[in-house]
């Protein structure tokens, strides 16, 4: 998919499989904003744990570009725009359907890296590259801790749960506060008088006066 094309860097003097930072030299992240999760790994060919962050370089990072995203400015616009809720659930569902698109290409994307890495495992045990065979298992280890995260972040996202909510609350939240501004902008106005009528009475009185 073109969507992943800037997942396909090749770090120098590697091969061309996905690298799992060593220790020694830590991986870059671009956005020093995001925080970092731990994910516990049971595999005894990883350290204790692997830190899952935002740039990572694997294709999560799609994952957590998208549920980082606020929508309250667009949200606020469209209710410049047309204040009535059916409008705002319109794009809500908009919003939560394309979240959930990238949920299945990014899942159906590790799903082929790990088809990958299983026939390069199978080809390098045969060959007795042992060594290969562990870096290999490392990178499995890390797409699979990967879409434990991805499970959980989805689940969230559905049931609007955590900070997976951030986009649809966000909007929300901008739209309710594009209702409010209309509504304090809008000029009360003041209730009319009733006329009052004399009874028919007082206007004979008058006439014979």
């Known amino acids: 998919m073109a969507l992943f094309n800037f997942f396909k860097r090749k770090p120098e003097n590697s091969n061309p499989s996905l690298i799992l930072p060593s220790e020694e030299e830590p991986e870059n992240v ?8 731990n994910i516990e790994d049971e595999n005894p060919a990883v350290s204790n744990s692997l830190i899952v962050s935002y740039a990572t370089g694997w294709p999560i990072d799609l994952i957590y570009g998208n549920l980082h995203k606020n929508y309250e400015e667009k949200g606020y616009a469209d209710a410049m725009l047309n204040s009535n809720l059916t ?10 359907n394309k979240v959930l698109m990238i949920f299945r290409e990014v899942n159906l994307k590790y799903d082929g890296m790990k088809r990958e890495l299983e026939t390069r495992i ?9 060594t290969s065979v562990a870096e290999l298992e490392k990178q499995m280890a890390v797409i699979n801790a990967h879409k434990e995260e991805l499970s959980r972040l989805e689940m969230d996202f559905r049931n609007n749960g955590n900070e997976a909510s951030v986009p649809l609350m966000s909007y929300e939240c901008g739209f309710l506060r594009g209702v409010s501004a209309i509504a304090m902008s809008t000029p009360s106005k003041a209730p009319a008088v009733p006329e009052v009528s004399m009874p028919s009475f007082f206007t004979a009185n008058r006439e014979t006066a």
Request: hydrophobic fraction near 40%.
């Open 30 to 37: 671009v956005s020093q904003e995001t925080e970092t999760l």
């Open 87 to 96: 409008f705002r659930d319109m794009n809500m569902s908009i919003i939560r």
């Open 122 to 130: 199978g080809t390098c045990n045969a060959a007795g590259l042992l």
